[in-house]
């Protein structure tokens, strides 16, 4: 597609539960990142995917939280029993490669509220 | 590890006046530094970046930044605001250790009044 695609764009939830985020990135981008921001705050690093690999998993909080991207495109967050302090907007990027010198594109995230 | 400062969470401004949003990193190895806008639901757009050479950078919309390495800074500039860059600006860095995750400050929200 022409940008990074993230959806749900809102998501509302009952503390406890599980969520997916989805994010589709532009086609061709080898390399996939997802930050979370929360409110008030800059975005922080959660993990980079290089291909299906995760490469650096280091910024992923707790065990509660994993991601994945089987095929090397759409990668999906997946948050088990999520609670109140998880709310924030996730957001993804995609570049063609792994570093920064070729600069990286962000989607308009997802919006997650846990009630 | 590296770690961003933005002095200034909100800076108003009237319109076609200049404005300066003021950032210092910490690092201890060489870095790469970044200013992204935010407009109001729209995801992060990239406004310049500084990788190496010279050390003032021309971005989009009239923006630019000037890397002082003594002072460890990275402040952004436009000479002329308009009403549509009312945004939240983020500045970020990556050194050469981890030079595909950025670390963000927690942003400077510019209010443009006519």
């Known amino acids: 597609g022409a940008g990074v695609s993230q959806t749900p764009s809102n998501k509302v939830t009952e503390k406890g539960k599980y969520v997916e985020l989805r994010c589709d990135p532009i086609s061709g981008h080898t390399a996939l990142y997802w930050y979370r921001q929360s409110l008030g705050q800059g975005p922080e690093f959660l993990i980079y995917?290089?291909?299906?690999?995760?490469?650096?998993d280091s910024g992923l909080p707790n065990d509660r939280f994993f991601a994945v991207r089987p095929e090397g495109s759409v990668s999906t967050l997946k948050i088990q029993r999520t609670e109140r302090g998880d709310s924030a907007v996730y957001l993804c990027?995609?570049?063609?490669?792994?570093?920064?010198?070729?600069?990286?594109?962000f989607g308009s995230g997802t919006r997650l509220t846990v009630v | 590890a590296q770690s961003v400062t933005q002095l200034d969470s909100q800076v108003p401004v009237f319109e076609e006046a200049p404005v300066e949003l003021r950032c210092n990193y910490s690092?201890?190895?060489?870095?790469?530094l970044f200013w992204y806008v935010q407009y109001p639901n729209q995801g992060l757009q990239l406004l310049l970046k500084y990788l190496s050479g010279s050390t003032l950078v021309k971005g989009i919309n009239g923006f630019e930044a000037e890397f002082n390495k003594s002072q460890t800074s990275f402040h952004l500039r436009k000479p002329s605001v308009h009403i549509s860059d009312t945004a939240e600006y983020f500045c970020?860095?990556?050194?050469?250790?981890?030079?595909?995750?950025?670390?963000f400050g927690a942003g400077t929200t510019v209010t443009v009044r006519a």
């Open positions: 970020a860095v990556s050194d050469e250790n981890d030079d595909y995750k950025l670390s």
């Open positions: 690092s201890s190895v060489s870095v790469y």
């Open positions: 995917f290089q291909g299906t690999g995760a490469a650096d």
């Open positions: 990027a995609s570049a063609t490669e792994g570093t920064l010198q070729d600069g990286y594109t």
